[in-house]
């Protein structure tokens, strides 16, 4: 019979579409670089022995909301980007270069992922942090994102 504790022993990468970032009620209501960083494991990945490394599977925006009370805003005009490095440098997106709208994101219950850059398919990542650029704001807005992916190594 196996251990009871068996799937505890295991560590993040020993499965895989891993919850690997995850920040919560995050403004678009301001344009520019690194609006949101989104820390990989908390900022845990890599390690003082190696360099940590993730496979990024999907990036899904969700739970709009009002920053200032009332209604959910419709979201669906925000554009949006995802970077390894704080600098909005388009060679380290690993979404969309050129943005992205959230067009599906037009009220409460509704979600989007975002389309992944072509090099995500084939990069494991490093950066211990992804940074979000907001290319168009939309007023009083804010959102979760999630990002899941695999890990290869810790």
Known sequence: MASPQYVGNDLQDSFGSYKI???SGQ???STGN???ALPVLGGGIGSPFGNGSYIIRRI???NPSNTAGGSVPNVATANVVVFTSNDGNTSNA???SGGQTTGNITGGN???DLTLASGAATTAYTAPVLFLK???AVANSAVNITVWGDIVNL
């Open 21 to 23: 970032a995850f920040v």
């Open 27 to 29: 403004s678009l209501a």
């Open 34 to 36: 690194a609006v949101v």
């Open 60 to 62: 899904t925006v969700t």
């Open 94 to 96: 690993v979404t969309t």
């Open 110 to 112: 509704t979600w989007q």
């Open 134 to 136: 907001v290319g168009t």
